[in-house]
């Protein structure tokens, strides 16, 4: 069974858990939780809005997401540009993003985080062999579990200007 889904709101979220998906390019308003749990999950040019709910993807979704990396191609209403941004959640959203990549995922584009939250807000965890992720990581808190490496390559094109500063806290 395949799918393809659609620039929009989706007020209940996305999901998939065995089929493959394809997201059509363009800008994804979620109020309810992203969740990909197998299957597979295919999008070129997309923005993840979490307006609210949770990111939970597991290690048994193959998936390849990548953000737009042009200019002027992926905005909202209010004509703000989110060029290189792949998962942007609202800063009031008090949910988490927690993603397993296995060695057949990639994400491209900028993951950002930044509001409450009672516990770690972004974990990431993989395989046993280093999992790739071409993005800036903007959150409070990041953990990376299990005995997975991860190699984030920095390009100040995903997801705006900003410094790159990495503080590891034990």
């Known amino acids: 069974c395949s799918c393809t889904l659609n620039p929009g709101i989706y007020p209940?979220?996305?999901?998939?858990n065995n089929r493959k998906q394809t997201w059509k390019p363009g800008?994804?308003?979620l109020q309810g939780d992203l969740k990909l749990t197998g299957g597979t999950s295919v999008g070129n040019g997309v923005m993840i809005y979490m307006q609210s709910g949770k990111v939970d993807i597991h290690s048994k979704a193959e998936f390849d997401l990548r953000a737009e990396l042009s200019e002027n191609v992926v905005m909202d209403a209010s004509k703000n540009?989110?060029?290189?941004?792949l998962i942007y959640m609202d800063p009031v959203n008090i949910q988490d993003i927690k993603i397993a990549i296995n060695s057949d995922s990639y994400l491209l584009g900028a993951i950002h985080a930044i509001g409450p939250s009672k516990k770690e807000k972004c974990t990431f965890s993989g395989s046993k062999n280093t999992f790739l992720i071409d993005s800036q990581i903007i959150c409070d808190t990041i953990k990376v579990v299990s005995n997975s490496g991860i190699s984030i390559t920095y390009d100040g094109t995903y997801g705006g200007d900003t410094t790159t500063i990495l503080e590891l806290v034990q």
Do not use: E
Request: charged residues 25%; positive net charge.
């Open 27 to 29: 800008l994804y308003c």
């Open 81 to 85: 540009d989110w060029k290189g941004m």
């Open 12 to 16: 209940k979220g996305i999901s998939n």
